[in-house]
C-alpha cells in the first residue's frame, strides 16, 4: 500500500455539544465492504489471470506449471524478441507468434508428456493461452526494447 497524497485541512473549531434528553447509544457496528486495490501485475500473471477467466473451474495448477513454462521458454525465443520489436501486434499475434507457439508447445510436451497432456486436449485452452502468451509476450518484448 502506499500513500500518494495527503491533504489536511481545518474545517471546524469549538466544542460539540450533548443534549441531555438523548440517551447515548451505540449501534452495532456496520461491516464495510473492503476495497480491493487495483494490483500490478506482471505478464504471466496477467496470461493466467485471462486463461483462468475463460475456464473457471477447468483452469488447475497443472495448466499454470505449463504456461509458466511456455511463457519462460518463448520468452527467450530472440526471433520472437526481434519479431515484437519490428512488427506490429496484429502480425506478431495471428501470423508470428502462432508456429513458434506451436514448436515451443510440441518440445515441451516432449520433455514433459504427461504434464502436457491437457493443453492438447483441449483446442480452446490451448488457442487461449496461445493468443493470451502472444499479447502478454508482445508487450513484455515492447517494453524491454524501449527501456534499452
Request: glycine share 4%.
Given at each position: 500500500?502506499?500513500?500518494?497524497y495527503?491533504?489536511?485541512?481545518k474545517?471546524?473549531?469549538?466544542?460539540?455539544g450533548?443534549v441531555?434528553?438523548?440517551k447515548?447509544?451505540?449501534?452495532?457496528?456496520k461491516?464495510k465492504?473492503p476495497?480491493?486495490m487495483?494490483e500490478t501485475l506482471?505478464?504471466?500473471?496477467?496470461v493466467?489471470?485471462k486463461?483462468n477467466e475463460q475456464?473457471v473451474?477447468d483452469?488447475t495448477?497443472?495448466?499454470?506449471?505449463?504456461?509458466?513454462a511456455l511463457h519462460?521458454?518463448?520468452k527467450?525465443?530472440?526471433?520472437l524478441?526481434?519479431?515484437?520489436?519490428d512488427?506490429?501486434?496484429?502480425?506478431f499475434?495471428?501470423?508470428?507468434?502462432?508456429?513458434?507457439?506451436?514448436?515451443?508447445?510440441?518440445?515441451?510436451?516432449?520433455?514433459?508428456?504427461?504434464t502436457y497432456t491437457s493443453l492438447f486436449?483441449n483446442s480452446?485452452k490451448?488457442?487461449t493461452i496461445?493468443?493470451?502468451l502472444?499479447?502478454?509476450?508482445?508487450?513484455?518484448f515492447?517494453?524491454?526494447s524501449?527501456?534499452?
Amino acid at each position: 500500500m502506499r500513500l500518494e497524497y495527503y491533504h489536511l485541512e481545518k474545517t471546524f473549531e469549538g466544542s460539540i455539544g450533548l443534549v441531555k434528553e438523548e440517551k447515548g447509544e451505540y449501534g452495532p457496528a456496520k461491516m464495510k465492504k473492503p476495497l480491493k486495490m487495483q494490483e500490478t501485475l506482471s505478464p504471466l500473471e496477467e496470461v493466467i489471470e485471462k486463461v483462468n477467466e475463460q475456464f473457471v473451474g477447468d483452469f488447475t495448477e497443472g495448466d499454470k506449471v505449463v504456461i509458466t513454462a511456455l511463457h519462460e521458454k518463448l520468452k527467450n525465443n530472440k526471433k520472437l524478441r526481434k519479431a515484437a520489436q519490428d512488427d506490429e501486434q496484429q502480425m506478431f499475434v495471428n501470423n508470428i507468434f502462432p508456429q513458434l507457439f506451436d514448436n515451443a508447445a510440441q518440445e515441451a510436451y516432449m520433455e514433459s508428456t504427461e504434464t502436457y497432456t491437457s493443453l492438447f486436449e483441449n483446442s480452446e485452452k490451448y488457442k487461449t493461452i496461445m493468443k493470451a502468451l502472444a499479447y502478454a509476450l508482445f508487450d513484455e518484448f515492447r517494453r524491454d526494447s524501449a527501456g534499452k
